[in-house]
């Protein structure tokens, strides 16, 4: 089965408006995207409108970090779904680690921010990942399984066929230790098992598992050639047009 692959720059809390027209700019001029791969960004909420008219028509797709699960409503500082469909996203970053850590979100919460998404037509991007810890004691399997029942339990199977998950370790993620080909291919095929068991080989088969922590030009490259790893979850090296670039050119 030939995935799409899909190459994600997640901005976090950087770029100010002055600094994402800039980016944009940048981007638009050095990334060319074609067919056979998927671009995306993913701004601070109050830029995306703007990052969305800035990319024009490049292709580079725009998401956002989080989402609030209902359509609307008294939720001060939050935004829905349908808000950001609105305002030009295509899809959404759903549980990061970050999301987990600070702002205590749980599987089940995470679980309805999925429904919403899709409710929405949003493309989620679901982050799963175990800590430094979890890793060393020998339960990052169980960890990740925990975390995909919690918030996928609950999705139908064609559901389930329009995720995207992203594997992003803790301990790779703003450290410049990225998982090592071999380990993060490891995770990604436990993943792929997962969801074969739960919807079977075909949705197995279709699912993009994206890679996310400590991807930079000199390692995307060796991340790429697994079987498993469909596209990255990039940070740092996405606010910079030429790393950037340089990533979403892999080449295997
Ligand atoms: P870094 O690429 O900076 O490690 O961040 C990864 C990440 O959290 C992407 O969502």
């Known amino acids: 089965m030939d995935r799409i692959p899909f ?7 950087y770029k100010d408006a002055s600094a994402a027209v800039e980016l944009c700019d940048q981007l638009r001029t050095t990334i060319r995207v074609v067919g056979d791969r998927e671009v995306g960004v993913a701004p601070s909420f109050a830029v995306i409108s703007l990052v969305h008219q800035h990319l024009g028509r490049s292709r580079i797709r725009v998401g956002a970090q989080n989402l609030h699960p209902e359509p609307e409503g008294a939720f001060t500082g939050e ?3 349908e808000i950001l469909v ?3 996203c295509t899809f959404v970053i759903i549980g990061h680690s970050e999301r987990r850590q600070y702002f205590h979100e749980s599987d089940q919460f995470l679980g309805s921010k ?3 998404a899709l409710r929405a037509n949003l493309d989620p991007v679901f982050c799963v990942g175990e800590t430094l810890q979890e890793r060393e004691s020998g339960s990052t399997e169980a960890v990740i399984r925990q975390q995909l029942d ?3 339990g609950s999705l139908t199977p064609s559901q389930l066929s329009r ?3 992203a594997y992003e370790p803790v301990w790779a993620i703003g450290t410049g230790k990225t998982a090592t080909p071999e380990t993060a291919q490891q995770v990604h095929r436990f993943i792929r098992e997962y969801i074969c068991e739960r919807c079977g080989m075909q949705s197995a088969d279709r699912l993009r598992i994206l890679y996310g922590g400590s991807v930079k030009p000199d390692n995307v490259d060796a991340l790429m050639t697994q079987p498993d790893i469909d596209g990255a979850l990039v940070g740092g090296a996405s606010l910079k047009a030429q790393d950037f670039a340089r990533i979403v050119n892999y080449q295997v």
């Not at 190459?7 to 809390?13: C, D, L, P, S, T």
């Open 7 to 13: 190459i994600i720059g997640n901005w976090k809390m």
């Open 79 to 81: 935004v829905s779904a």
């Open 86 to 88: 609105s305002v030009g």
């Open 114 to 116: 999925l429904r919403a």
């Open 150 to 152: 919690g918030a996928l």
């Open 163 to 165: 995720i995207v998950v």
